[in-house]
């Protein structure tokens, strides 16, 4: 019964961690790696541009203060955007 | 199944190999079926381990004692929830628990994962795996769960240490274990990003949740610790400034630093040199804890002892630190900051500052922690610190740490205007004002608890109006009903209002601990039943002794409780009858007698409590058991002797009425007991505050709904002119 259970663990992992192997190698494209990297930037600034908006609501930023920074961060979100643009289809 | 365990172990410690490798290989040459077949070994990892996990628990289970680690941490008495806790009471057992949870981690971060951070993953792989093989080597050529008793099988085993027979046991060693593997995850993908000099902020918005599950796993841990200190030491106390607590202090305050600053980062693209050195810090704090537990260097209650795993672990901890020493020096110029600081007046600055406290705090308590080592290096001999001199730095840091945790969410990213700031500290403050008056005039003059109680006030305040005017705003644009617009805003912005709500815990916690050790009042006192002790406005009368034998669901003797019904009366009213008792387990030590060995075991303390919101009356006993002696001897000698001769069935029985007897004798005849008498005041507010921190956690760690994102992405998706007109909804 022991040896049975070792024989089935052994067995599925080398199942698992062949599959990969057993399938025709790939290779990673660059492009890829890119569009994550400003997609996650892009994000990451409209949750800046929120947080800001959200600052001056509750009084932390002054509408003269909001409005530079708002204009920055859309700025950098149009830079990213165009970036994106830029990339080749998936 | 003893084969079929150890078999496991050389598995899962040869597929950590050939997935470090496979993993490598694979980043190398970017091939992604070999980095596939790299994860899919932290997979085959996981079920491995959770295998021997399994072995492991059903012999606790079915008390099989031809496992040596079943006969020496567990006994057919020990009630089967211990039974299940059991595993992880010993060194071996622990080493597997720490593997089995750095796999599954490690499996749910890499699948979570897989299609992203492509050239970082493999790397980071790797470095998970490397952890898998030290401590799955350690298992399989060091200290394996699966050794054998040599010999016969006995009927008995040594039974589990009666200190870990408590609920949190279940929870607290697997919450700590959690909190040290998960933040592993960020290491790993640090050193992952600094190899492949991918140093953007990706890696760390893909880990991030990872290191708040280990913010938040090693903070309930800790907290867990502690409730188990207060309610099982018999000391009352719930932080003593023990090496293993403050092992696990350490990485939850750099981890606590690095989860503010990173933030920085995200936004700014600054601070780059600091959070991969504050994450690389906190992963060997992690396993610097681990090591302090294991390796018996210092002295700890919660320490495994004496061990020979110190030489691995240390060679482990210099290759971390050189290591890392070594990559952040390399890659300076591609953590060059991308902007600088534009006011002094930010939330950046006030995170910065919160930065520098908890690294001076983590400090701090690494030369505590380790001064007994240092002096020992330095003047040849060993002398250590105690709670005052931790005490001495920790709580001015403590105070500025709850001040700035008020500031924080009261400052605007990037740059605030003055005016701003102090209109928005005016409401804040008057509330601090107020309860530092108050507190004055009816309380006490405790100068440090005063400001803290005045910092409390002010962060509950701060936080207050925050959501309030975040309320007001979102109502302003949606309309709807108060409570919708509240849940709404906190939905929209669970990280924000999550760490704000972490923020109001900690402050809450923080005014528990001053409070509790500001205007504690303790009394150890000597009383024979029907005496009376006075502990601040409270009268504790020693009421009746009592005793009892208490059996397992088997039927056989657990342990035998000594105990005392103590009353407690204030302004003539009383309010509660409180019961303690010190348990005395049996045994099975050779030397023993067989009336002895039931008195002679290891004992525990059961307090008597009475948990209030504004104060818990707290005491413990500790019988005198030494009018008991000359009888449990003369029992001894009469069943060594004649009593031996008798059949096994005659003699439990005359075993069984002889410990009837002398428990019966301890009621009647019963010398003074020691007590030990507390009033202590907020101690609930700790565990209050600490739950309101891990609901803050959750919040904070939970994602947001997919909806959200999709309508933003909508939003921004249109040409950018468009766009940028569009208002953003609160």
Known sequence: MEYLVVLVVLLVVVFVVSAPLRRRGVQEPDVDALREELEAERDAKYGEIRDADLDRRTGKLSDADWRTIDRTLRGEAIEILRRLDELPER | ?730
Request: glycine share 10%.
């Open chain 2, 1 to 730: 199944m003893l084969v079929a365990g150890k078999a496991c172990l050389i598995l899962a410690f040869v597929t950590c190999l050939y997935g470090a490798g496979a993993s490598i290989y694979g980043g190398r040459t970017r091939r992604r079926d070999w980095v596939a077949s790299g994860r899919r070994a932290v997979y085959a990892l996981f079920g491995t381990v959770l295998v021997a996990f399994v072995i492991l628990e059903a012999a606790f289970l079915r008390s099989d004692f031809s496992f040596d680690l079943v006969y020496a941490h567990s006994s057919t008495t020990t009630p089967t929830f211990y039974r299940m806790a059991a595993p992880w009471s010993s060194q071996e057992g622990s080493l597997l628990l720490w593997l089995l949870l750095l796999s599954f981690w490690s499996s749910l971060i890499l699948h979570f994962s897989k299609d992203r951070l492509r050239e970082v993953a493999p790397y980071a792989t790797a470095v998970l795996l490397g952890f898998g093989t030290f401590f799955a080597g350690l298992l399989v050529f060091m200290e394996s769960p699966f050794q054998s008793l040599s010999g016969f099988v006995p009927a008995e085993g040594v039974g589990l240490n009666p200190l870990l027979r408590h609920p949190s046991m279940m929870i607290h060693p697997p919450m700590l274990y959690s909190g040290y593997t998960l933040f592993t995850v960020p290491f790993a993908f640090a050193v992952g990003a600094l190899l492949t000099r991918r140093l953007n902020t990706d890696w760390i918005r893909s880990t991030r949740p990872f290191a708040l599950a280990a913010w938040l796993c090693l903070g309930v841990g800790i907290v867990l610790g502690a409730r188990w200190s207060y309610q099982e030491l018999g000391w009352g106390g719930y932080w003593a400034w023990d090496p293993v607590e403050n092992a696990s202090l350490m990485p939850w305050l750099t981890g606590t630093a690095f989860l503010h600053s990173v933030m920085i980062q995200e936004k700014r693209g600054m601070l780059k040199v600091w959070n991969v050195s504050l994450v690389l810090a906190t992963g060997v704090l992690a396993i610097l804890g681990t090591f302090l537990v294991r390796s018996g260097i210092l002295q700890s209650i919660h320490a495994f002892g004496a061990s020979t795993l110190g030489i691995p672990f240390l060679i482990l901890l210099i290759v971390m630190i050189g290591g890392s020493i070594a990559l952040v020096a390399s890659r300076s110029r591609e953590l060059r900051t991308e902007h600088r600081l534009d006011s002094l007046l930010s939330r950046e600055a006030a995170f910065l500052g919160n930065n520098l406290v908890l690294v001076a705090m983590c400090f701090v308590v690494f030369w505590g922690t380790f001064f007994p080592l240092i002096s020992k290096a330095i003047s040849g001999s060993e002398s250590s610190v105690g709670p005052p001199w931790f005490d001495r730095y920790t709580v001015p840091l403590a105070l500025v740490l709850v001040l700035l945790s008020g500031v924080g969410p009261l400052i605007a990213w990037r740059r605030a205007t003055f005016a701003n700031f102090r209109r928005n500290l005016l409401v804040p403050t008057g509330v601090a004002a107020v309860v530092l008056l108050a507190v004055a005039v009816f309380v006490g003059r405790s100068a440090t608890a005063l400001a803290m109680f005045a910092l409390g006030a002010f962060v509950l305040a701060g936080v207050g109006q925050e959501l309030w005017r975040g309320v007001r705003a979102r109502r302003a644009m949606n309309g709807g009903s108060l409570p919708r617009a509240l849940v709404t805003l906190v939905q929209r912005n669970r990280r924000r209002y999550g760490g704000y709500l972490v923020h109001a815990g900690v402050a809450i916690l923080f005014v528990g601990i001053a409070a509790s050790s500001s205007f504690q009042q303790a009394r150890d006192v000597k009383l024979t039943a029907g005496q009376s002790a006075r502990v601040g406005d409270y009268t504790l009368t020693y009421m009746r002794p009592t005793s009892r034998l208490v059996a397992a669901g088997n039927g056989r003797l657990e342990r035998i409780d000594f105990g005392a019904d103590v009353r407690v009366v204030k302004g003539g009213k009383v309010l509660e009858t409180l019961h303690t008792h010190r348990s005395y387990y049996p045994s099975i030590g050779p030397m023993l007698g067989p009336v002895s060995r039931f008195f002679e075991g290891e004992t525990e303390s059961q307090v008597g409590l009475d948990a209030g919101f504004s104060r818990d009356v707290w005491t413990a006993v500790a019988p005198d058991t030494s009018l008991l002696r000359p009888v449990i001897r003369q029992g001894d000698s009469v069943f060594e002797g004649p009593g031996a001769k008798l059949p096994q069935a005659q003699r439990d029985e005359l075993l069984a009425k002889t410990l009837v007897g002398l428990t019966d004798r301890y009621v009647r005849d019963t010398p003074p007991a020691t007590f030990r008498m507390l009033v202590s005041p907020l101690v609930n507010w700790i565990w209050f505050g600490a739950m309101i921190v891990a609901l803050g956690g959750l919040i904070a760690i939970w994602p947001s709904p997919r909806t959200v994102g999709r309508r933003v992405s909508a939003a921004y998706a249109a040409r950018v002119g468009r766009e940028a007109r569009q208002p953003v909804g609160v």
